[in-house]
């Protein structure tokens, strides 16, 4: 019998000395999402796109929480945070920490990248940089394609500001009257229909070692400020100053009040085409202070939310070069796998709704067989995931098709399979997120064209986002009825199914179907099911029993046995699940965390978290995926889902996570885990301070990148197997 263990001396583990600041973790995760463009370990044009990625995640942390923070200033809530921080000490610590990073941001690409992408025939020249022939060509192209689409917009007594929309580009104009010396303001936005970079014909691009340059031309904005002229004929152009604006974009959405879901986001919609308040200002330093000021003044903002940036605005467009055919300066291409159990089966035939002759299985009798782990995108989503739903729909004897759609992309081969099913005459009902941060519109486009042909759409409940990916299939088989079901972590989206990591399982067990018939019971109608045999569905069952996996684990080892968790996911931000986490550390579970973004505990504290560690991993591949593992003396238990550890998952939205029952499945993740606790090229170590420092491999230790050992595993198995390691033990696995 094991000796129970000596209780550790209370503490009270809620206090914010032990809580890292959840905006300031944000910026540490974009902090390494623009270490990878600077790492020259990354090849050149996807250093360029995690330069955008950077610009874009920081516009969508201005859009969101930053405008946040300045509505709970505005409406004077001094409400703390766990971490104890008010909503202006989190503004002023957010104008603190984030001036460097945008400026190692821009430095780093004006020059060190810059200079690069020449050196690789890619120029990207400023107009005064241009030959006589080269600005006769932009010239040209300014009057015939440019020129009609701009509107200067005077600001005098009789022209009042005007509106100037959510991240456009623009230009601040002085022009001067010659006859009466009076100078005036006006302003021209630079229009998003036209391509940010314009290139110029290739015979009058640089030439580079002999051979004409791939890529010459200039910025926009550049064609435009050198032709202002034609704009305001008659007029001396004084000086023009690039800035930028970025508002408030988040939904006010009071869903009591709405009659209709639809038509209240909609609404909601064409005001943040409009857009909220302003809350950051970009421009160049050298913009003077007059121009400052009048800026400031007219959009209500303070010298706090001006960012200077020391060259080109709006570095989100840098994604255009990922389109340059040069294969050498980009990741080497992926292709996913078909899943081995997969790659027989019988394809449907669309034209008379019955399965083909072709020699295999159909889908159905393959999940028959034992559940299926997907991991994409080691995996294919299409031939996985996109064939189950599209089998389902021309299958005669699937009744009824059941989802939830929370992000899809714009020509989703998923809801064209749903719209064959309701024409095939099959039952398809659709819960259909309309709230889904950014993807609304094109949300409600899916949903009026799914209704359009008869499918039952529902929109979610109030108060609630329904952020669970859940796919259920109902088929009669003979004489009795079977439930097919996909759970997985990720949207269904085929395009970044391609980008993200995910898992998904597909399964058939009669009671994991019952669950999902009564989650979507709940979710459709007036069912108050609060009870599920196996899922773990947010709000309703998933906080309280992931808090009493956790205490298990504290338990066992306060009873002598080991304790062990291994928890993936995109954030950790629930006060308390991390002060049970620290309950569990201080008994002495040992626990580690791979979370990509924001963490909000403290690894490594003396006795409150000395047993926990947390890794970030960052790659080619946006680390999308939740796992769950605890060891429950030696009687493993294993999780996937849509739900991280934060309290809008656990309280605010519908997720739902599925534990794993087969046990080789359950290897297989287990081997995931391991691979990414191993990684020494792409993860980063969070310290106690909340700093991160990146893995880096020992002199005599081979380089440890985990998205590569799953690429390399994937087309070596041609899809996951158990014992992925080849049977070598795993990192994961401890001494008990």
């Known amino acids: ?74 409406a004077k809530v001094t409400q703390l945070t766990f971490d104890a921080c008010t909503p202006q000490q989190q503004l002023d610590k957010i104008s603190l920490a984030l001036p460097p990073l945008v400026a190692e941001q821009h430095q780093h690409f004006e020059k060190v990248l810059r200079p690069q992408l020449e050196s690789h025939g890619i120029y990207i020249l400023d107009y005064i940089e241009l030959t006589q022939k080269q600005r006769n ?11 009609p689409v701009l509107t200067p917009l005077a600001v005098d007594p009789s022209h009042p500001f005007p509106y100037i929309s959510n991240l456009s580009l623009n230009l601040a104009v002085l022009v001067k009257n010659p006859e009466s010396e009076e100078e005036f303001f006006a302003r021209v936005k630079v229009p998003r229909v036209l391509p940010r970079f314009l290139p110029l014909p290739v015979e009058l691009g640089i030439h580079h070692n002999g051979e004409p340059a791939v890529w010459t031309g200039v910025p926009l904005e550049q064609a435009i400020a050198h032709n202002l002229e034609s704009l305001f004929p008659g007029m001396n152009i004084q ?91 980009k990741d080497p291409p992926w292709q996913s796998v078909v899943h081995p159990r997969l790659q027989r089966i019988k394809e449907p035939n669309l034209d008379h709704n019955v399965m083909d002759g072709e020699e295999g299985k159909d889908i ?121 079901v996909h759970i997985g972590t990720g949207n269904y989206n085929p395009k970044t199914a391609r980008l993200y990591t995910d ?49 298990r684990e504290t338990e066992n080892v306060q009873n002598g046995f080991s304790g062990r968790i291994v928890a993936k996911m995109n954030s950790l931000v629930d006060p308390q699940i991390i002060s049970t986490l ?10 580690d965390l791979i979370i990509r973004g924001i963490c909000c505990l403290r690894p490594g504290l003396k006795d409150i978290s000395d047993n926990i560690r947390v890794i970030s991993i960052i790659g080619r591949f946006l680390e999308h995926s939740r796992i769950f593992y605890f060891f429950n003396n030696t ?16 309280d605010r939205r519908v997720e739902a996570i599925t534990p794993i029952q087969d046990s080789d499945i359950a290897k297989d993740l287990q081997e995931i885990l391991g691979i990414m606790l191993a990684d020494n090229r792409q993860a980063w170590e969070l310290q106690p301070d909340g700093s991160y420092i990146q893995r880096r491999p020992g002199e005599d230790c081979p380089e440890a990148n985990s998205q590569k050992t799953l690429m390399s595993m994937a087309l070596q198995t041609t899809g996951m197997t158990s014992n992925l390691m080849n049977g070598k033990r795993s990192p994961f696995y401890i001494d008990s």
Not at 279 to 303: F, I, K, M
Not at 426 to 449: G, H
């Open 137 to 147: 060509f932009l010239d040209n192209y300014f009057e015939e394609q440019i020129f």
């Open 239 to 329: 000086e023009y100053h690039p800035f930028r604006i970025t508002r408030d974009a988040d939904l006010a959405l009071e869903e009591d009040e709405a009659d209709d879901l639809l038509l209240a986001i909609e609404q909601e919609l064409r005001k943040r085409r409009v857009g909220g308040s302003p809350v950051r200002l970009e421009l160049q330093p050298n913009t003077p202070e007059a121009v400052r000021s009048r800026l400031l003044q007219d959009l209500e903002l303070s010298s706090s939310d001006v960012y200077e940036v020391d060259g080109l605005l709006g570095l989100r467009d840098l994604m255009y070069f990922m389109s340059l055919p040069l294969s050498e300066l």
């Open 503 to 551: 898992l998904g399982i597909l399964s058939c067990r009669e009671e994991l179907g019952a669950d999902v018939t009564d989650l979507f019971n709940f979710l459709t109608g007036y069912s108050r099911q609060k009870s599920y045999r196996h899922l773990l569905v947010a709000p309703l069952n998933m906080r309280d029993r992931f808090l009493g996996l956790i205490r």
């Open 364 to 484: 159905f009798a393959v999940i028959r067989e034992r559940d299926l782990l997907l991991h994409h995108p080691y995996q294919s989503f299409t031939s996985s995931v996109v064939r189950f739903i599209t089998h389902a729909a021309h299958d005669a004897d699937v009744l009824a098709i059941k989802m939830t759609l929370y992000r899809t992309s714009g020509d989703s081969p998923i809801v064209n399979a749903l719209i064959a099913a309701a024409e095939n005459g099959k039952q398809v009902s659709v819960l259909v997120e309309l709230k889904a941060r950014f993807d609304e519109e094109n949300n409600i486009y899916w949903a009026k064209r799914l209704e359009r042909v008869g499918v039952h759409v529902v929109y979610g409940l109030v108060g609630l986002k329904t952020h669970s990916k859940v796919v259920m299939v109902v088929r009669r088989e003979k004489d009795r009825i079977l439930r097919y």
């Open 1 to 74: 019998m094991p000796k129970s263990k000596k209780p550790v001396s209370p503490l009270n583990l809620r206090d914010s000395q032990y809580y890292l600041n959840r905006e300031l973790s944000w910026l540490e995760f974009n902090r390494r999402v623009l270490h990878e463009a600077c790492d020259v370990r990354t090849p050149l044009l996807e250093r360029l796109k995690f330069l955008a990625i950077f610009a874009t995640n920081l516009d969508e942390f201005f859009m969101v929480r930053v405008a946040a923070l300045k509505q709970q200033v505005e």
């Open 582 to 591: 620290y309950e569990a550390s201080r008994a002495g579970v040992q626990i």
């Open 635 to 650: 009687e493993e238990e294993i999780y996937i889902g849509s739900a991280d550890w934060m309290p809008r998952n656990l």
